[in-house]
């Protein structure tokens, strides 16, 4: 049974840190792309960062380029994303993704809410 499960999420006042986990199983993890998603309320979904098989290429959106780290630690099937100097509008259920060809897995998402 293929399972995504993020954990991390919370509320953090401006300018803090968070540090997301999403612990992959039931699938071959080292062989899929992960990413973050996210999605404030009224929003659409929207990319945050990716992060290839090997950790080799990884990619931010630009609201978050400087601020947020994307990994992965293949041997404990897990994908990480460090969030620093966060913002309000930071605040959104992030997802986190596993895709492989045509395969694509979510996680039930966890809330990061960022307010004084």
């Known amino acids: 049974q293929v399972q995504l499960v993020e954990s991390g999420g919370g509320l953090v006042q401006p300018g803090g840190s968070l540090r997301l986990s999403c612990a992959a199983s039931g699938f071959t993890f080292s062989s899929y792309t992960m990413r973050w998603y996210r999605q404030a309320p009224g929003k659409e979904r929207e990319l945050v960062a990716s992060v290839t098989t090997t950790g080799g290429s990884l990619n931010y959106a630009d609201s978050v380029k400087g601020r947020f780290t994307v990994s992965r630690d293949n041997a404990k099937n897990t994908v990480y994303l460090q969030m620093n100097s966060l913002k309000p509008e930071d605040t959104a259920v992030y997802y986190c993704?596993?895709?492989?060809?045509?395969?694509?897995?979510w996680g039930q998402g966890t809330q990061v809410t960022v307010s004084s």
């Open positions: 993704n596993a895709m492989f060809i045509w395969n694509s897995y």
